[in-house]
């Protein structure tokens, strides 16, 4: 037995002897573990490499490391040929940036993580020359499209990056994002971020995911982009941020060393590949996929070892070196085998320890991943290649209320939305054949709710075959949500722009239209085709649009909007409108102005009626003045005229007296001239009597008749006897008249002259006024429209437009008609009809009341306060046998009145200080028996406030200028 144990231990001497010097010479981890190994990964200088390394570490990204004369094609095409690697050897680009275990460079300057390691090992198979470029991450992606690196190694899918990016099939390692936050920050759920100041990765893919993420949540963070991850970790450790966001292995490493603390807010699980720029170096990606595939069939292969020795911590020692120095120092037959057995029975202790804490490894490495399905708030979920569930995570009941034991062995397909189902079947197809790209639908709960649903997944693998499909579904419910009120709201809000009154646009910087609503379509008159694209200066007169201009230029310079702008437009037609705007400077997503945009309102009938009313304003003016001119003529017309009748009283000479004569006929012409002006020009509350239509016609004949006579127009006056007496408002039947007249005579006064014919008649039950004139007619088109307001044929200032339109609606008012027969170079004749009609209550013009007659000499007190028919009054009534006291003043008439009694007050209305008001007032409150005796003189008994008092007191008045005869008859009636 002891010689059999001898023989068995000689064999095996050789062959320990060999494993140990195997085992010495490979790799063994640095003391310490692997945190001590990366070191500090942020050494912005990096050390020269090693001679013996069989890759090369430049310094700088932009060395000009690759052969000017290599081609693209050659560089896709042709594996080996590169130049300064030998005809057999390729030289490949790679870039390396600071993300440990995966990717970094250690602290003796040398290219190290997972990702390293794996490339390292298929370069010395395929004999690659690897030089590797540090940059940062974003500069890392820039360069790859650019073509500056070849391979990029840690490089997440998304669909996004596919677009620009090629990767190959089979994924160097799985991953997931992870918070860790700031210790005096308490974060444990995604609403604890809500808020609060987060860094991420520039261009890292978690930053779009958790953005969207918190985003739907209805959740507000600041996203703070970085560089690197070690300038993250050292932003929250001084509380610049509260937290950061990374991957989880370089973050389990790092979280510590600055003092934050992990979270258990997990999120986007995702797989880790080598990327190329797209179309270029895919032999790189193929041979990559190859060395995996094939290293991923072999359990102990040294694409697993590697795993194991970055991702899990393995024992500070596998097998003890001073073994190898005792074997090597036994001499003797005896101290070897005691060695051998020794070394045995330490190989048993170790590779027993090994797989202990290999176990508890594998049981912590599996509580650490049921902690992250169980805590993600995506489903995690396999299918057998029918689409049958073979496993769902637990988050799927609070999503869709089924439990895992109720849908596992049952049919995805069954809480598919049917009208999503062929597209969900036929993404699932792609998949196992190994296309892998995200797919939306929709899902329908225990509850009947639907739920948008997004799913990235890829397939099982199994001894190479293809045994199902693994993969995450997120639900996007609330993103899809907000989108689709997005939507709504938008369509809201053009519906509300395309049925508003007021014009919408939007226009580029150089003012041409990008949208509008159709009103604007309308006011501007061009088709939809038209319009888009039409710049403002295309539909503006070229002052205009330099103004236009200005104030966008304006508003682009200062950012303030411009309100209450007018434009004057063009419109397609021809004709221009006004337009009022309101404009304000557009941004784009990014804050950067693009145009502009503003409403528009057509303010063309504000306009014309705006300049309307100032042209009735200017009117207005005018007839005060008329007014006051008029008023100011009675006096010394009623001194001409009474003076003129003294004096023929008295014996004169003949041909003094016919001169007399006519003074006086002209001077009641002129008296019968002003009282026109007067009735014309004043404002009045309409006053209807009993009036005579003859009468009204010849007051308005003598108002104009200088006027058609300067103009070459004869006027023939044809007067019925039988036009009875109407009820009906003088002044404003009379205004009617005074405008047909006035449009006769601008008609002949333009050709030159002509005749005027106005007839009166009665017919039936009304009163027919008719007024014809020679003159060049009305053209058919214009006949119609000729009683609208605001129209007229007449060139700008020199008529309103208002005359016609107000006399029809002065004699629509009285129940009569007006109407127009006319045609083009036939003349023109306006017909007026009134009803005949009685009112038994007219408006009193002069009272008479019967009064005592005193019995003897009467006595008169005379009030005015001018002078030369203050003179002509007393001398006038003297000689008719009264005694006459005068008084210049109101004041004076008081202190007269106090001291003897009269038989009549003759006063005027208005003068300086106490008025004939005012006086009467004091005599009917101190002297009553005299106050209806006053009889009052005045000029201006059209206005409102002289009407009102003559209608209160009753008493006689009469008008100036006046005939003394009619004033000594009314004083003898008294």
């Known amino acids: 037995m002891a010689t059999d144990k001898r023989r068995i231990l000689f064999r095996l001497i050789p062959a320990l002897l060999l494993t140990f010097l195997v085992l010495g010479a490979g790799p063994v981890p640095p003391p310490g573990g692997y945190e001590t190994r990366f070191g500090d990964t942020l050494k912005a200088d990096f050390p020269a490499c090693r001679v013996d390394t069989p890759y090369t570490l430049v310094s700088r990204l932009d060395t000009g490391i690759s052969d000017p004369g290599e081609t693209g094609k050659d560089r896709r095409d042709n594996p080996a040929g590169n130049s300064g690697g030998g005809p057999d050897r390729r030289t490949v680009r790679v870039g390396i940036y600071q993300n440990p275990p995966k990717v970094f460079i250690d602290e003796n300057g040398l290219p190290a993580g997972i990702f390293i390691d794996l490339l390292d090992e298929i370069a010395r198979i395929e004999k690659w020359k690897l030089v590797y470029v540090p940059c940062e991450w974003s500069d890392c992606l820039q360069a790859l499209e650019k073509h500056r690196i070849d391979l990029m190694p840690d490089v997440a899918y998304s669909r996004e990056r596919d677009s620009v990016y090629d990767f190959h099939e089979t994924p160097v390692v799985d991953s997931w994002s992870q918070v860790y936050a700031n210790s005096s920050t308490r974060v444990s759920t995604l609403s604890d971020l809500n808020g609060k100041r987060v860094a991420v990765l520039k261009k890292g893919i978690q930053e779009e995911t958790f953005a969207q993420m918190m985003s739907g949540f209805g959740f507000e963070v600041t996203l703070v982009e970085v560089d690197t991850y070690g300038e993250a970790f050292r932003l929250a450790a001084g509380g610049y941020v509260d937290a950061v966001l990374s991957n989880y292995l370089i973050g389990d490493y790092l979280y510590r060393k600055y003092g934050l603390t992990k979270t258990p807010i997990v999120f986007?699980?995702?797989?880790?590949?080598?990327?190329?720029?797209?179309?270029?170096?895919?032999?790189?990606?193929?041979?990559?996929?190859?060395?995996?595939?094939?290293?991923?069939?072999?359990?102990?292969?040294?694409?697993?070892?590697?795993?194991?020795?970055?991702?899990?911590?393995?024992?500070?020692?596998?097998?003890?070196?001073?073994?190898?120095?005792?074997i090597a120092a036994t001499g003797g037959f005896l101290v070897l085998s005691v060695g051998v057995i020794g070394l045995l029975r330490v190989q048993v202790r170790a590779k027993t320890g090994y797989l202990v804490k290999a176990n508890e490894s594998l049981r912590k490495s599996e509580e650490?991943?049921?902690?992250?399905?169980?805590?993600?708030?995506?489903?995690?979920?396999?299918?057998?290649?029918?689409?049958?569930?073979?496993?769902?995570?637990?988050?799927?009941?609070?999503?869709?209320?089924?439990?895992?034991?109720?849908?596992?062995?049952?049919?995805?397909?069954?809480?598919?939305?049917?009208?999503?189902?062929?597209?969900?079947?036929?993404?699932?197809?792609?998949?196992?054949?190994?296309?892998?790209?995200?797919?939306?639908?929709?899902?329908?709960?225990?509850?009947?709710?639907?739920?948008?649903?997004?799913?990235?997944?890829?397939?099982?693998?199994?001894?190479?075959?293809?045994?199902?499909?693994?993969?995450?579904?997120?639900?996007?419910?609330?993103?899809?949500?907000?989108?689709?009120?997005?939507?709504?709201?938008?369509?809201?809000?053009?519906?509300?722009?395309?049925?508003?009154?007021?014009?919408?646009?939007?226009?580029?910087?150089?003012?041409?239209?990008?949208?509008?609503?159709?009103?604007?379509?309308?006011?501007?008159?061009?088709?939809?085709?038209?319009?888009?694209?039409?710049?403002?200066?295309?539909?503006?007169?070229?002052?205009?649009?330099?103004?236009?201009?200005?104030?966008?230029?304006?508003?682009?310079?200062?950012?303030?909007?411009?309100?209450?702008?007018?434009?004057?437009?063009t419109r397609k037609d021809g004709t221009t409108i006004d337009l009022e705007t309101s404009i304000s400077l557009k941004h784009n997503d990014s804050g950067e102005p693009t145009g502009f945009f503003g409403i528009a309102r057509d303010i063309t009938d504000k306009k014309r009626m705006e300049l309307q009313l100032l042209q009735a304003e200017k009117l207005s003016a005018v007839g005060t003045m008329i007014s006051g001119v008029a008023h100011e003529l009675n006096n010394p017309l009623t001194a001409i005229i009474g003076n003129?009748?003294?004096?023929?009283?008295?014996?004169?000479?003949?041909?003094?007296?016919?001169?007399?004569?006519?003074?006086?006929?002209?001077?009641?012409?002129?008296?019968?001239?002003?009282?026109?002006?007067?009735?014309?020009?004043?404002?009045?509350?309409?006053?209807?009597?009993?009036?005579?239509?003859?009468?009204?016609?010849?007051?308005?004949?003598?108002?104009?008749?200088?006027?058609?006579?300067?103009?070459?127009?004869?006027?023939?006056?044809?007067?019925?006897?039988?036009?009875?007496?109407?009820?009906?408002?003088?002044?404003?039947?009379?205004?009617?008249?005074?405008?047909?007249?006035?449009?006769?005579?601008?008609?002949?006064?333009?050709?030159?002259?002509?005749?005027?014919?106005?007839?009166?008649?009665?017919?039936?039950?009304?009163?027919?006024?008719?007024?014809?004139?020679?003159?060049?007619?009305?053209?058919?088109?214009?006949?119609?429209?000729?009683?609208?307001?605001?129209?007229?044929?007449?060139?700008?200032?020199?008529?309103?437009?208002?005359?016609?339109?107000?006399?029809?609606?002065?004699?629509?008012?009285?129940?009569?008609?007006?109407?127009?027969?006319?045609?083009?170079?036939?003349?023109?004749?306006?017909?007026?009809?009134?009803?005949?009609?009685?009112?038994?209550?007219?408006?009193?013009?002069?009272?008479?009341?019967?009064?005592?007659?005193?019995?003897?000499?009467?006595?008169?007190?005379?009030?005015?306060?001018?002078?030369?028919?203050?003179?002509?009054?007393?001398?006038?009534?003297?000689?008719?046998?009264?005694?006459?006291?005068?008084?210049?003043?109101?004041?004076?008439?008081?202190?007269?009145?106090?001291?003897?009694?009269?038989?009549?007050?003759?006063?005027?209305i208005k003068m300086p200080g106490i008025g004939g008001k005012e006086l009467y007032l004091y005599i009917r409150e101190h002297h009553p028996e005299i106050a209806e005796k006053m009889i009052f003189i005045t000029g201006d008994v059209l206005s409102k406030d002289t009407q009102a008092f003559l209608k209160t007191t009753k008493n006689r008045f009469i008008e100036k200028p006046f005939s003394m005869d009619t004033l000594i008859e009314m004083i003898n009636e008294a």
């Not at 016609?697 to 039988?722: A, G, P, T, W």
């Not at 006035?742 to 014919?757: E, F, I, K, P, S």
């Open 644 to 908: 003129a009748q003294l004096i023929m009283r008295g014996e004169a000479p003949d041909d003094i007296k016919n001169k007399l004569e006519v003074i006086l006929k002209e001077s009641i012409r002129s008296s019968k001239i002003v009282g026109g002006l007067l009735a014309f020009a004043r404002e009045h509350k309409p006053e209807r009597n009993m009036v005579n239509v003859n009468d009204i016609v010849i007051e308005s004949m003598n108002l104009k008749e200088y006027d058609l006579k300067v103009n070459n127009i004869d006027v023939k006056v044809s007067l019925s006897d039988d036009v009875p007496k109407t009820y009906a408002d003088p002044y404003q039947i009379q205004q009617v008249f005074i405008n047909l007249i006035n449009n006769a005579r601008d008609a002949l006064a333009d050709q030159g002259g002509g005749a005027l014919v106005i007839e009166t008649y009665r017919k039936d039950d009304v009163i027919i006024v008719e007024f014809i004139d020679t003159g060049p007619g009305i053209p058919n088109e214009l006949v119609n429209k000729i009683f609208d307001p605001f129209f007229t044929t007449k060139e700008a200032g020199k008529g309103t437009g208002l005359g016609l339109s107000m006399a029809y609606g002065i004699i629509s008012e009285h129940g009569g008609t007006i109407s127009v027969e006319s045609e083009s170079g036939g003349g023109a004749r306006f017909v007026v009809t009134l009803p005949i009609t009685e009112y038994a209550d007219p408006v009193v013009k002069e009272i008479k009341k019967p009064v005592k007659i005193p019995v003897g000499t009467r006595s008169v007190l005379v009030v005015e306060d001018e002078a030369s028919l203050r003179d002509l009054l007393a001398e006038a009534l003297t000689e008719g046998g009264f005694i006459v006291d005068a008084a210049s003043t109101g004041k004076a008439a008081i202190d007269l009145v106090g001291k003897r009694k009269y038989d009549a007050v003759i006063s005027d």
């Open 368 to 569: 650490k991943y049921r902690s992250l399905v169980e805590n993600l708030n995506d489903v995690i979920f396999n299918l057998d290649p029918q689409g049958n569930i073979t496993y769902m995570s637990p988050v799927a009941e609070s999503i869709f209320g089924y439990r895992s034991k109720e849908i596992i062995g049952r049919s995805f397909s069954e809480y598919i939305h049917t009208d999503d189902l062929p597209g969900v079947v036929e993404s699932r197809g792609e998949t196992l054949g190994g296309v892998l790209q995200p797919y939306e639908f929709r899902m329908i709960d225990k509850n009947g709710s639907i739920h948008h649903v997004r799913t990235s997944s890829r397939p099982i693998e199994k001894d190479g075959q293809n045994t199902g499909v693994t993969g995450i579904l997120t639900d996007i419910t609330v993103e899809r949500r907000a989108e689709e009120a997005l939507r709504e709201s938008e369509q809201k809000r053009r519906t509300v722009l395309h049925t508003i009154e007021d014009g919408y646009f939007e226009v580029d910087l150089k003012g041409s239209f990008t949208s509008f609503n159709e009103s604007m379509r309308k006011m501007l008159g061009y088709t939809q085709k038209e319009i888009a694209g039409l710049n403002y200066r295309r539909y503006m007169a070229k002052e205009i649009a330099e103004k236009v201009f200005q104030t966008f230029n304006e508003i682009f310079r200062t950012g303030i909007p411009a309100k209450t702008v007018d434009w004057r437009v």
């Open 268 to 326: 986007n699980p995702t797989s880790l590949y080598f990327a190329t720029a797209q179309g270029r170096n895919r032999l790189l990606l193929e041979t990559i996929d190859r060395h995996l595939n094939e290293w991923r069939r072999q359990p102990d292969s040294y694409y697993y070892r590697t795993l194991a020795r970055w991702m899990e911590k393995p024992p500070e020692q596998v097998v003890p070196r001073y073994l190898i120095w005792i």
